[in-house]
């Protein structure tokens, strides 16, 4: 743990854990964990920067809005054809009815745009609330690998 901030491989070389207070300053280390994680299956940049980003907007909606001083979790994992994330808190959570389909409030608007930005970065999206017992935000990208991506770059 150094000064708040937790990670592991997990049970294997294709699964991360990071855990952080709901502290925003830890943010950008958990990206660059991610990132860094990532770009160990040579995944395409523009996918990962798509997906890094909207693990970002979960990471922060979870420090925003749990209402706790209990850790963040962020688990990543790598699996044949895709990356997934799960953004987990113990907050405050919401009544889970089904989110509404959800388009980006107009441009200049400060809030509201979390949940669109990870519905349109991500192909996989799903949340995942109890009230009084937290939220988990599952994120996920279909993978093109580098050297596919440079096949037909070729072709």
Do not use: W
């Not at 854990?17 to 991610?34: H, L």
């Amino acid at each position: 743990m150094l000064d708040g901030f937790t990670f592991d491989s997990g049970a294997s070389a294709r699964t991360l854990k990071v855990r952080i207070p709901p502290n925003a300053r830890f943010g950008r280390s958990v990206r660059q964990e991610v990132l860094s994680f990532a770009d160990k299956f040579e995944i395409d940049q523009d996918e990962l920067d798509e997906f890094i980003f909207a693990v970002g907007e979960a990471l922060a909606n979870a420090i925003e809005h749990s209402r706790s001083t209990d850790v963040i979790e962020v688990r990543c994992q790598v699996e044949d054809d895709k990356i997934l994330a799960t953004i987990i808190d113990s907050g405050s959570g919401f009544d889970g009815t089904p989110l509404p389909n959800v388009t980006l409030p107009p441009e200049f608007s400060e809030r509201g745009r979390g949940l669109p930005i990870m519905r349109r970065c991500t192909d996989i999206f799903a949340v995942h609330s109890v009230p009084g017992r937290g939220t988990a935000v599952v994120l996920g990208r279909y993978l093109r690998r580098k050297n596919d991506t440079e096949e037909n770059d070729v072709a």
